[in-house]
Structures are given as structure tokens and as C-alpha cells.
């Protein structure tokens, strides 16, 4: 038997698993909806440990025996999230870490949502409701992956499904670091993304970096009258715009030496669409696109700064005076391929060489998160895309994000020799984060397979 029918006979198995599960699985996910488990209104709120503790149980129920939930606890020792652990060791010498969140964002604006949020309502093979997808899909990938290998596990597992990734894990750290042996592993799943469509599986390749600064711009001992002394002063808020404005050039590419410019990982198959981009995003047809290369890169690998907050005196309370100081923040997206601190260091000399008119310049650099890339020749990326293609009947295309996970680059650097996978049944119509949020079931049922497929055969 050539190994290529060894292959299908593995994966004939699991499909028939995971349909003879089926209606389990989404009834679980319907369930899970309805738990309303909205991290923003509390982590370590009785609701949270509700839900915790109905994810441990599906991941008894999936062969994970001590699935169990465990408090974790803020830095400040003050009482954290309810976390989702459990292993299954099968004396193999492969670990594989597996990790969701259970945890939702608010429904917002109900009023908004066709379905009731927190209700499960399957249509048009589509399940609506908040966390039916982000992240409650990834749960259900890993759940639905291990009932299918139920008994028949080849490699050891450890699962962590968090409990406040959508609170930014103010007591993942801790956690970490009082259970390292809860995540040590040889590879490991962050199931918490998105496939390219329903029908285009995707591994996730890259996540920018991050780099916040505020920057304090000073020209006058105190602002003065724009008649009297405007012309030959610069104000400090025009003094600000100037800066801000060097930092591109006229095409909108953003020109700071030592700002690293990447190409999206492992090579672009297809270019994003800007037609979908331009709608996505509600840019007003007049404006054009800023930078050059390819959308993708612009977006996932090359940097990106925004000025997203600035002292100046509102329009209605302004009068005629040079302002004498202007503090503006800037949140800089940056190559994943970049240190943070290398990035901060890099935008900060610049704004010091570069203070228009002599002005006064002092940085203060508040956050940096270094981003993550996916080594694309690495063995395991390799097979987890045959095992994609195998299921979906297409090859994967990979996809950068253009955000952070903050917390992949913190376990890739605790565990350096791990091969860090990121993917996740999300697509372009799933609306995370956004009323309306649904889980397309096929492209779940098709995670759950490859996920299992691939676990099968490391
Ligand atoms: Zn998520």
C-alpha cells in the first residue's frame, strides 16, 4: 500500500469519527454560545468559571481524562482567570500543546445581531453567535481532532484553552511561569486565527510586532499671541505634523532607517484583493491606498505608523496662540521579523535627528511586543499543509496578520526549540469582534480533520 492510500484510509477514519459526532459538537458549540462568557465583565467572575468548567468537561468527554480548570492569578497576586488545562501522556517521545480561548468579546449594539448573541442559530450552514467562531471554533477543532483520535493517540497532548485572551491575558505570565509543564512541547497549535476562505485552508505565517511611544514636542518657554509672533515661529502642534509627515514619503512608505521592510513568509501565492480590502475597511473611494509592494506586505510584514492620540486644545476652545507643546502617541506596527526594542530604538533616533526648526524633542517609549514569524521550510508547517490540502482538497495559502497575539512570541521565546503552528476556523465572513459573528460548519468540520490528520501523523 503506497503510503498516499495509508493516508486516506487514516483520514476516512477520522471524517466518519468526526460525522458520527457530528451533531454532539454542534450542539456543544451552541451551548457554549449560550454561556455568555464575556471575559470584559469580569475574568475571575463566577460566568467565567461556568464556562471553564463546561470546556474541561468536552475535553473529558474527547479522551483529555484530567481535563480539569485551574485559577491563574494576576502579577499583583490579585485573583486571575479561569484557565482550561489537561494532558495525555502516551508515552510517546512527541508532545503537542493545543491552545483556544473560551472567553468571548461583549455582543455590543444587540440591536445590531439579526440572531440573539448568545443563542446558537444554525443557517445556511453557518452557526451565528458571539464566540460561535473566535474562539469557540478553535475549541471545537481541538475537540472535535481529539474524539476523533479518542484511544488511538499517537503523540502525548497538553491543552490549554484560555480564559481572558480577549482581555489582553493580564494572568497569562504567571501561569506560565508557575506551570511551565503545562506547555512544554514539541509543537504546538494556537488555534485562534483564520483560513484565507470557508473552502482555502491557511496556516498563519507571521504577526507584526508592536511598538508604542509617546513623543513631547517643545518650541516656546509658553505659547504667545500667532499675530504677533506667527511666521517666523512654528507652533509646537505644526511642529508635530511636520515631524509626523517624515516619517513617509509622498507615495505614503514609510521612510525610517532601521525600520525593517519584510516580504510576507515563505512567499505570497495571491496578492489580497483591494477591492475587498477597500470595503473591509469602508475607505472612501476618493482616497488612494498608501506604500507600494504588494498589499499583503504592506499590511503583515512591512511597518506601519499611526498617530492615534495628540494634546491639542479641541477646535471648539481654540483661539489665537502658538502652542508651546504638543505630546502626540504613535502605535507603530512593525516587520515580524523585527526586535521591538531594535524598531523603538530605530523610530526614536530618526524623531531625534529629525526635529523640524531645532525644535525640542523627548521620546518615551510606553509598550513594545516583538511579532512572530513561522519558519516555512520547518517539517512540521510542511506536513500540516499536505494534511490541510488533503482535507480541503486545495492547497493552503498562508496568511501574515497584520495585528499581535501577544502571547505566541512570549511562549516561542520560553520554548525556543518548538514548532509553533498558527491556524483557526475564522474567514472573511465571520465577523469576530463584530455583531453577527458565525462559524461556518464545513470549514470547522474540515479543521477538525486536518487537525487530527495531522496529529496522526507527527
Ligand atoms: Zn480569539
Not at 451552541?30 to 471553564?52: D, F, H, N, R
Not at 475549541?139 to 481532532?145: D, E, K, L, N
Not at 492615534?308 to 481654540?318: D, F, L, Q, S
Amino acid at each position: 500500500m503506497s503510503s498516499e492510500n495509508g493516508e486516506n484510509e487514516a483520514l476516512n477514519e477520522i471524517s466518519k469519527k468526526i460525522e458520527d459526532n457530528w451533531e454532539s459538537f454542534v450542539c456543544a458549540l451552541e451551548k457554549k454560545i449560550s454561556l455568555k462568557a464575556v471575559s470584559a465583565e469580569g475574568i475571575s467572575s463566577p460566568t467565567m468559571k461556568a464556562s471553564a468548567e463546561f470546556v474541561a468537561q468536552c475535553l473529558r468527554d474527547a479522551g483529555i481524562d484530567n481535563a480539569r480548570v485551574e485559577q491563574a492569578t494576576q502579577e499583583d497576586g490579585t485573583p486571575g482567570a479561569w484557565e482550561v488545562v489537561g494532558q495525555k501522556d502516551v508515552g510517546s517521545d512527541k508532545t503537542v500543546f493545543l491552545y483556544a480561548h473560551h472567553d468571548v468579546q461583549p455582543a455590543g449594539d444587540e440591536s445590531a445581531w439579526r440572531t440573539p448573541p448568545f443563542k446558537g442559530v444554525v443557517e445556511r450552514g453557518r452557526l451565528y453567535g458571539r464566540g460561535s467562531s473566535d474562539d469557540g471554533g478553535g475549541i471545537m477543532t481541538h475537540v472535535g481532532a481529539l474524539t476523533a483520535l479518542k484511544g488511538n493517540l499517537n503523540c502525548n497532548v497538553k491543552v490549554f484553552i484560555e480564559g481572558e485572551e480577549e482581555m489582553g491575558s493580564p494572568s497569562f505570565v504567571p501561569f506560565l511561569n508557575a506551570h511551565p509543564d503545562y506547555f512544554d512541547a514539541d509543537v504546538m497549535f494556537i488555534t485562534d486565527s483564520s483560513n484565507w476562505s470557508a473552502k482555502i485552508p491557511s496556516l498563519t505565517s507571521s504577526l507584526r510586532g508592536n511598538v508604542t511611544m509617546d513623543v513631547t514636542v517643545k518650541c516656546l518657554e509658553h505659547p504667545v499671541h500667532s499675530g504677533t509672533f506667527g511666521g517666523p515661529i512654528l507652533d509646537a502642534n505644526t511642529l508635530s505634523c511636520m515631524l509626523v509627515s517624515s516619517f513617509y514619503d509622498k507615495d505614503g512608505n514609510v521612510v525610517v532607517p532601521g525600520l525593517v521592510q519584510g516580504e510576507p513568509i515563505g512567499g505570497l501565492k495571491e496578492d489580497l484583493s483591494e477591492e475587498d480590502f477597500r470595503k473591509d475597511s469602508s475607505l472612501l473611494p476618493s482616497c488612494r491606498l498608501a506604500g507600494s509592494g504588494s498589499l499583503a506586505s504592506r499590511l503583515w510584514t512591512k511597518p506601519a505608523i499611526a498617530l492615534t492620540g495628540m494634546n491639542i486644545r479641541p477646535v471648539k476652545e481654540a483661539f489665537n496662540q502658538l502652542a508651546s507643546e504638543c505630546t502626540f502617541r504613535l502605535s507603530v506596527r512593525i516587520s515580524p521579523l523585527q526586535k521591538a526594542e531594535d524598531a523603538a530604538k530605530a523610530l526614536k533616533d530618526f524623531i531625534m535627528k529629525n526635529a523640524p526648526f531645532g525644535c525640542q524633542i523627548d521620546v518615551h517609549v510606553l509598550e513594545t511586543g516583538t511579532g512572530w514569524a513561522m519558519d516555512p521550510h520547518n517539517p512540521v508547517a510542511l506536513k500540516a499543509e499536505k494534511c490541510f490540502q488533503e482535507v480541503f482538497g486545495c492547497a493552503p495559502e498562508n496568511k501574515g496578520e497584520g495585528g499581535s497575539i501577544p502571547m505566541i512570541p512570549i511562549l516561542q521565546a520560553k520554548f525556543p526549540k518548538a514548532n509553533v503552528l498558527v491556524d483557526g476556523p475564522e474567514d472573511p465572513l465571520t465577523n469576530a469582534h463584530a455583531p453577527n459573528e458565525s462559524q461556518d460548519l464545513s470549514e470547522l468540520r474540515g479543521d477538525m480533520e486536518a487537525e487530527a490528520l495531522i496529529l496522526s501523523s507527527l
